[in-house]
């Protein structure tokens, strides 16, 4: 009964590692992706007046990036020891990689995007928390100002004209602060400005708990060292008891084999 066991879990053994040796190896070729897909969105909304070959030429490396993305999921799909296991557990990866083919709008081709390099920088085991966090804030931030620029620009009664606008816009709004002197008018960029609200109260919070689990942790190393330091006193002090006893027991019994000193002798008779 043995045997067949062995059979069959060498080939799931030989399946994970050349999954982990294809994210491994794509690793870095999709998170430069990721950096040419941010410029391909930004050029046509910075540069509205660009050649349309630009624009083209952007919209091509955008599906690009997308697609490539696309057949590392697949990839990772049939190497994955389990396709049911492996479909139930990165429901997020599935949801973007089909978003953009729902409908063929560029927003959902940056939620997408986002959604898979935030999956594979977060496997990334040279990424911190705190790198990761960093990049996400600056991420958001960075589309959600170009996403809201393109759909407020041209909205009449909308007060999001330049990219300074947005971009004080996506910061106040992912703060939480708010302070209304820019705010989207159409729905598109009000559904933006929820998600970008949702997202900024998510990342603060994971700030939040990686400061507080900073502090716990110092304050639980210096207990440790205090109480070391205490059993150590401890210890000594009590190993000098020990010695002063010893000390004053040898001191109060008469040395054996030493000569008695006679008294005052007695007056003769």
């Given amino acids: 009964m043995g045997r067949p066991w062995r059979v069959l879990t060498i080939p799931v053994m030989k399946q994970q590692t050349a999954q982990m040796r294809w994210e491994k190896r794509m690793q870095t070729p999709l998170l430069a992706l990721a950096l040419v897909f941010a410029v391909a969105y930004t050029v046509p909304i910075v540069a509205p007046g660009a050649p349309s070959f630009v624009h083209r030429a952007c919209q091509v490396a955008e599906w690009v990036v997308w697609g490539t993305f696309a057949v590392d999921y697949l990839v990772r799909l049939s190497l994955a020891p389990?396709?049911?296991l492996f479909l139930r557990?990165?429901?997020?990866?599935?949801?973007?990689?089909l978003l953009p083919l729902v409908q063929p709008l560029?927003?959902?081709?940056?939620?997408?995007?986002?959604?898979?390099?935030?999956?594979?920088?977060?496997?990334?085991?040279?990424?911190?928390?705190?790198t990761y966090v960093g990049g996400a804030v600056v991420g958001l931030m960075m589309f959600g100002s170009l996403a809201v620029l393109q759909v407020e620009r041209d909205a009449p009664g909308g007060?999001?004209?330049?990219?300074?606008?947005?971009?004080?816009?996506?910061?106040?709004?992912?703060?939480?602060?708010?302070?209304?002197?820019?705010?989207?008018?159409?729905?598109l960029g009000r559904l933006l400005a929820?998600?970008?609200?949702?997202?900024g109260i998510a990342l603060l919070g994971v700030v939040t708990a990686n400061i507080a689990a900073w502090f716990i942790s110092r304050f639980e190393r210096d207990d440790a060292e205090e109480r070391?330091?205490?059993?150590?006193?401890?210890?000594?002090?009590?190993?000098?008891?020990?010695?002063?006893?010893?000390?004053?027991?040898?001191?109060?019994?008469p040395l054996s084999g030493a000569p008695e000193v006679p008294g005052p002798s007695s007056p003769r008779s």
């Fill in 82 to 84: 389990g396709k049911w």
């Fill in 89 to 97: 557990s990165h429901p997020l990866d599935l949801l973007a990689v």
């Fill in 106 to 130: 560029r927003l959902l081709r940056v939620v997408s995007t986002l959604l898979l390099v935030g999956r594979r920088a977060r496997m990334a085991p040279q990424i911190t928390l705190t």
């Fill in 159 to 187: 007060n999001i004209k330049t990219l300074g606008d947005a971009v004080w816009w996506s910061f106040t709004t992912m703060t939480t602060v708010g302070y209304g002197d820019h705010s989207p008018t159409t729905g």
């Fill in 194 to 199: 929820v998600g970008l609200m949702i997202s």
């Fill in 228 to 253: 070391r330091q205490t059993a150590l006193l401890e210890a000594l002090t009590a190993e000098v008891r020990g010695l002063r006893a010893e000390v004053a027991r040898l001191s109060g019994t």
